[in-house]
């Protein structure tokens, strides 16, 4: 409770001074666009999953009695306009809460907001500072709008971007605007971005390192270069290349199909990290008669890659239509984000214009995860990842159901969004569950 006290005294600080006279941001001009602007958000995710049956636990499995928790996250985003094309950027964010079952037993976790964190302690840290240098290749240009790390102003049709500093790989790849963020969309790690995609990142989420874009009206190809964690699901990074490294690569591609738009984004990524490997630690496990433990395997010059697919496509004014596919090797043990190898998430969306609520929606999603037969035979055998470890495995595909509601009120200030999810063989396991998990979020925007 005193914590939460702390977060709305928060809001209301940074609503006061949204509403004094004289304070906001300069107004953005149509030429030289917005010197600065701020936002902020907080967001309350609440979430309670009933008791449900399971013929054995382990060390990191989703615990099958009854669990409430509480996440809370708060962030002042800062922008400003540099110099010609130069946009500056820093995020200050202050988080503190936790996930069912210190964030184990769930490939695709139901709580976006904890990532692989599951510390109740309020920690305060820079999420984002970072540069952006535009460099304009037309004459053409369009409008874009004040928003969370982006300045009002004109940008160019035909453009290349260099992005530096520490950033969220998911800021610039595998977008999707149906789903993709924890905060206001779905609350499923897996339907944020693509769960194949072991995407380099810190614990909470974001790295260091280079991006580029080049961006046309019609097409766009970006890529990045970045820093891994030097352990598993770590905080701290690996800043020699030559030991880790994260790429990844992504096509862009709008089209209309009909009267409607739609998006096609086509990715791949290569990582480079000392991961231990899957066979190695069974075969080490039966030679020594123990159960196979994968950090005994680590070594140097390992690698993981994977390709994925994303699309967006609005079928009419009020429904979108979204859907990811990905699939990684599978050799080597998850070393950033969750216990994915395979995915397909197939979801619509429905806008509240429909029914007069024009800031509402409603959406739902079907996720089928899957691992690789190294992957499920290591847990199998006893074996523990990060976040999944039920000390055995009758191995099924993970198969989650999550559908929302987002009630928008007081002029885009708020939003309430109860949800509720299905989870079908958490962890894989057919011995395990089905799972249920329901959350009510609340989000304000300044």
Same mark, same amino acid.
């Given at each position: 409770?005193?914590?939460?006290?702390?977060?709305? *005294?928060?809001?209301?600080?940074?609503?006061?001074?949204?509403?004094? @006279?004289?304070?906001?941001?300069?107004?953005?001009?149509?030429?030289?666009?917005?010197?600065?602007?701020?936002?902020?958000?907080?967001?309350?995710? @609440?979430?309670?999953?009933?008791?449900?049956? &399971?013929?054995?636990?382990?060390?990191?499995?989703?615990?099958?009695?009854?669990?409430?928790?509480?996440?809370?996250?708060?962030?002042?985003?800062? *922008?400003?306009?540099?110099?010609?094309?130069?946009?500056?950027?820093?995020?200050? $964010?202050?988080?503190?809460?936790?996930?069912?079952?210190?964030?184990?037993?769930? &490939?695709?976790?139901?709580?976006?907001?904890?990532?692989?964190?599951?510390?109740?302690?309020?920690?305060?840290?820079?999420?984002?500072?970072?540069?952006?240098?535009?460099?304009?290749?037309?004459?053409?240009?369009?409008?874009?709008?004040?928003?969370?790390?982006?300045?009002?102003?004109?940008?160019?049709?035909?453009?290349?971007?260099?992005?530096?500093?520490?950033?969220?790989?998911?800021?610039?790849?595998?977008?999707?605007?149906?789903?993709?963020?924890?905060?206001?969309?779905?609350?499923?790690?897996?339907?944020?971005?693509?769960?194949?995609?072991? +995407?380099?990142?810190?614990?909470?989420?974001?790295?260091?390192?280079?991006?580029?874009?080049?961006?046309?009206?019609?097409?766009?190809?970006?890529?990045?270069?970045?820093?891994? @964690?030097?352990?598993?699901?770590?905080?701290?990074?690996?800043?020699?290349?030559?030991?880790?490294? *994260?790429?990844?690569? $992504?096509?862009?591609?709008?089209?209309?199909?009909?009267?409607?738009?739609?998006?096609?984004?086509?990715?791949?990524?290569?990582?480079?990290?000392?991961?231990?490997?899957?066979?190695?630690?069974?075969?080490? *496990?039966?030679? $020594?008669?123990?159960?196979?433990?994968?950090?005994?395997?680590?070594?140097?010059?390992?690698?993981?890659?994977?390709? /994925?697919?994303?699309?967006?496509?609005?079928?009419?004014?009020?429904?979108?239509?979204?859907?990811?596919? /990905?699939?990684?090797?599978?050799?080597?043990?998850?070393?950033?984000?969750?216990? %994915?190898?395979?995915?397909?998430?197939?979801?619509?969306?429905?806008?509240?214009?429909?029914?007069?609520?024009?800031?509402?929606?409603?959406?739902?999603?079907?996720?089928?995860?899957?691992?690789?037969?190294?992957?499920?035979?290591?847990?199998?055998?006893?074996?523990?990842?990060?976040?999944?470890?039920?000390?055995?495995?009758?191995?099924?595909? $993970?198969? %989650?159901?999550?559908?929302? +509601?987002?009630?928008?009120?007081?002029?885009?200030?708020?939003?309430?969004?109860?949800?509720?999810?299905?989870?079908?063989?958490?962890?894989?396991?057919?011995?395990?569950? @089905?799972?249920?998990?329901?959350?009510?979020?609340?989000?304000?925007?300044?």
């Amino acid at each position: 409770m005193a914590l939460l006290k702390k977060y709305i *005294g928060l809001a209301c600080l940074f609503f006061m001074i949204h509403c004094a @006279p004289g304070v906001n941001a300069a107004e953005p001009d149509t030429v030289k666009g917005q010197f600065w602007n701020y936002h902020f958000q907080l967001t309350v995710l @609440p979430q309670y999953h009933p008791a449900f049956k &399971a013929a054995y636990t382990g060390e990191n499995s989703l615990q099958k009695y009854e669990e409430s928790t509480i996440s809370l996250s708060a962030t002042l985003f800062l *922008g400003m306009r540099l110099w010609k094309g130069a946009q500056a950027y820093f995020n200050t $964010e202050v988080s503190g809460g936790k996930g069912f079952s210190q964030t184990h037993g769930v &490939a695709g976790f139901p709580n976006g907001e904890v990532y692989r964190v599951s510390d109740p302690s309020v920690h305060v840290y820079i999420g984002r500072l970072y540069l952006r240098q535009i460099f304009s290749l037309s004459k053409s240009s369009h409008r874009v709008e004040d928003d969370f790390n982006q300045l009002a102003g004109r940008e160019p049709d035909t453009y290349i971007s260099l992005i530096a500093g520490k950033f969220s790989m998911m800021d610039f790849f595998d977008n999707n605007r149906f789903s993709h963020d924890p905060r206001t969309q779905f609350y499923n790690w897996a339907l944020m971005g693509n769960g194949a995609w072991d +995407y380099p990142a810190n614990v909470r989420g974001y790295d260091y390192g280079l991006a580029m874009e080049f961006v046309r009206p019609k097409w766009a190809i970006r890529t990045a270069l970045v820093t891994m @964690p030097k352990e598993a699901n770590g905080q701290q990074m690996e800043y020699n290349i030559t030991k880790s490294l *994260g790429s990844a690569v $992504e096509f862009e591609r709008k089209y209309h199909l009909g009267r409607q738009t739609g998006v096609l984004r086509a990715m791949a990524y290569f990582n480079l990290a000392p991961m231990g490997n899957y066979n190695q630690s069974i075969s080490l *496990g039966k030679q $020594e008669d123990t159960i196979p433990d994968i950090t005994l395997t680590r070594a140097e010059g390992r690698t993981k890659y994977g390709f /994925g697919i994303n699309l967006e496509q609005n079928l009419s004014r009020n429904f979108g239509l979204f859907m990811r596919a /990905g699939w990684n090797d599978g050799q080597n043990e998850t070393w950033v984000f969750t216990e %994915i190898d395979r995915t397909v998430t197939l979801g619509l969306n429905i806008d509240g214009n429909l029914w007069k609520r024009d800031e509402d929606n409603f959406a739902f999603s079907i996720i089928v995860n899957g691992i690789s037969s190294p992957h499920a035979d290591y847990l199998k055998a006893g074996g523990m990842g990060f976040i999944l470890g039920d000390g055995n495995l009758n191995y099924a595909p $993970e198969l %989650i159901g999550e559908v929302y +509601y987002s009630f928008q009120f007081f002029k885009k200030l708020l939003w309430i969004c109860p949800d509720y999810q299905f989870m079908l063989n958490p962890g894989y396991n057919q011995d395990r569950g @089905p799972a249920n998990a329901f959350g009510l979020r609340v989000h304000i925007e300044i």
